[in-house]
């Protein structure tokens, strides 16, 4: 069997952390892209080479292509790619969309849209059967807010995971005859840093209450969602996007 090869953009915390643990365990060789937190890439690379799978992090800003051509040209150095997790994300902010700055807005559509879109971009560059490769998955990373809207808390999030349901769907169309699956997971409130980080630590037990199961979720959850979605059990799953959002 081939080497697995994944990328996970967002690779070192939260759901990208868990992501790269669970997939170290089913045998993937690992590229870690992170924005800053040098730190939380090295303990989450530690925790992956105890799998005794490669494994390599990259701090890169994904919303330029100088940062798309870093980070795929370590995968490149490590061996032949056939995953990506388009997983970096983040809200900045909590509030109405008229009190949201311009420039946050602008940064949230960055690194939430325009990010996974020149990453599944050069995977499929990579991967596909078209260009002599020999096919891949790409999984990307939304929320539930795509379909929620998020009123009075981070339209403009939700509006970019909108556009990245419509990656899935689009390019998971487009390239399904080139070995390429393209799917998607929609995590629901999940206990990362992500809340604390745009300014309101005590956001998941605020909303607790709202979701059917009564509980956020774990990023464990949802990188199980994403380990099943890339393994060869989901062979004819593409062009769709699983919620994984406590029936929310």
Same mark, same amino acid.
């Given at each position: 069997m081939t080497q697995r090869l994944? #990328? =996970?953009?967002?690779?070192?915390?939260? =759901?990208?952390?868990?992501?790269?643990?669970?997939?170290?365990?089913?045998?993937?060789?690992?590229?870690? @892209?992170?924005?800053?937190?040098?730190? @939380?890439?090295?303990?989450?690379?530690?925790a992956v080479g105890e799998a005794g799978v490669a494994c390599r992090t990259v701090r890169c800003?994904?919303?330029?292509?100088?940062? &798309?051509?870093?980070?795929?040209?370590?995968?490149?150095? %490590?061996?032949?790619l056939t995953g990506l997790v388009n997983n970096a994300g983040a809200t900045y902010h909590i509030g109405p969309l008229a009190e949201t700055e311009p420039d946050v807005v602008r940064r949230t =559509?960055?690194?939430?849209?325009?990010?996974? %879109? %020149?990453?599944?971009?050069?995977?499929?560059?990579?991967?596909?059967?078209?260009? *002599?490769?020999?096919?891949? &998955?790409?999984?990307?990373?939304?929320?539930g807010a795509a379909t929620l809207g998020s009123? *009075?808390?981070y339209v403009q999030y939700a509006a970019a995971k909108a556009g990245v349901d419509a990656l899935t769907h689009g390019l998971g169309t487009e390239v399904a005859?080139? *070995?390429?699956?393209? #799917?998607?997971?929609a995590p629901g409130h999940i206990r990362t840093r992500m809340h604390a980080d745009a300014g309101e630590p005590g956001r998941l037990e605020r909303v607790a209450p709202s979701i059917p199961m009564r509980r956020p979720g774990e990023?464990?959850?949802?990188?199980?969602?994403?380990?099943?979605?890339?393994s060869d059990a989901a062979s004819y799953v593409?062009?769709?996007?699983?919620?994984?959002?406590g029936g929310r």
């Amino acid at each position: 069997m081939t080497q697995r090869l994944t #990328v =996970i953009t967002g690779g070192t915390r939260g =759901i990208g952390a868990a992501t790269a643990r669970r997939l170290a365990a089913d045998g993937h060789d690992l590229v870690l @892209a992170y924005a800053g937190d040098d730190e @939380a890439a090295a303990a989450t690379a530690a925790a992956v080479g105890e799998a005794g799978v490669a494994c390599r992090t990259v701090r890169c800003d994904l919303t330029t292509e100088e940062g &798309v051509d870093a980070l795929f040209g370590v995968a490149e150095g %490590l061996g032949t790619l056939t995953g990506l997790v388009n997983n970096a994300g983040a809200t900045y902010h909590i509030g109405p969309l008229a009190e949201t700055e311009p420039d946050v807005v602008r940064r949230t =559509i960055d690194l939430n849209l325009t990010a996974a %879109l %020149l990453c599944a971009r050069r995977a499929v560059q990579v991967m596909s059967t078209d260009r *002599g490769s020999a096919g891949g &998955v790409v999984v990307n990373v939304s929320s539930g807010a795509a379909t929620l809207g998020s009123p *009075g808390e981070y339209v403009q999030y939700a509006a970019a995971k909108a556009g990245v349901d419509a990656l899935t769907h689009g390019l998971g169309t487009e390239v399904a005859g080139q *070995g390429i699956r393209v #799917v998607g997971v929609a995590p629901g409130h999940i206990r990362t840093r992500m809340h604390a980080d745009a300014g309101e630590p005590g956001r998941l037990e605020r909303v607790a209450p709202s979701i059917p199961m009564r509980r956020p979720g774990e990023p464990e959850e949802v990188a199980e969602a994403i380990a099943w979605l890339m393994s060869d059990a989901a062979s004819y799953v593409t062009g769709t996007t699983l919620r994984v959002a406590g029936g929310r």
